[in-house]
């Protein structure tokens, strides 16, 4: 399992990097250097990982590489449905979801909206009630759409794709969470 996971993290890297040198190459754009919007933001999303739904913050560095690359960090609360070993009932165990990535980004319409790509790592800290593991780590990979209708405020819509592995061995059926289809949504405010 860590031999694919390190062949995933592999593939992400060189697609992000492989977006970041194409999005490079057809820069033309010369609003984005002067860009309001490029300082740092703050954020928070609402987010389904596979059937996970979830609460989460990010923070966004200024752009940087032209005006097209920025690091973002993300935390969030997440909720795995399951039924625990010797019970009966469905229950929502929480556990805890941190992702780091790289954001590209290119303005279409005069800084009121952006689309942008970001691909990263993720680390779970999975509740010791559905996992055995104290930490499972993965990578995912997003396309988004930031709609701008003020200078300071973005909202916000991504799909994409997250890979952890991960495994609730301690629920019945063993279901897999954090695996699969993502999607988020939210607002950023720009300071």
Known sequence: MKKQ????LTVLLGVTLFAFSVNAQTKTDSSQ???SLNHF???FNLNQYQHDFGVGMNLTTPYFAGSSMAIRVMGSA??????????????WSPYVNIRLSVVTRQFV?????SLYSEGGVV???????????PFQFGGFGVFGFEFH???NWGQFIEAGGIGTGAIADKAIGRPIYSNGF????GFRIHF
């Open 109 to 113: 319409i005069n800084n009121k909206i």
């Open 33 to 35: 250097k002067t860009s």
């Open 5 to 8: 996971l390190a062949k995933n």
């Open 182 to 185: 993502l999607v988020s949504t």
């Open 149 to 151: 209708p003020t200078k």
């Open 123 to 133: 680390m779970l800290i999975p509740n010791n009630q559905f996992s055995s593991q």
């Open 41 to 43: 933001s703050l954020g």
């Open 78 to 91: 997440q909720w795995l449905q399951n039924i625990p070993k010797g019970d009966t009932m469905t229950t």
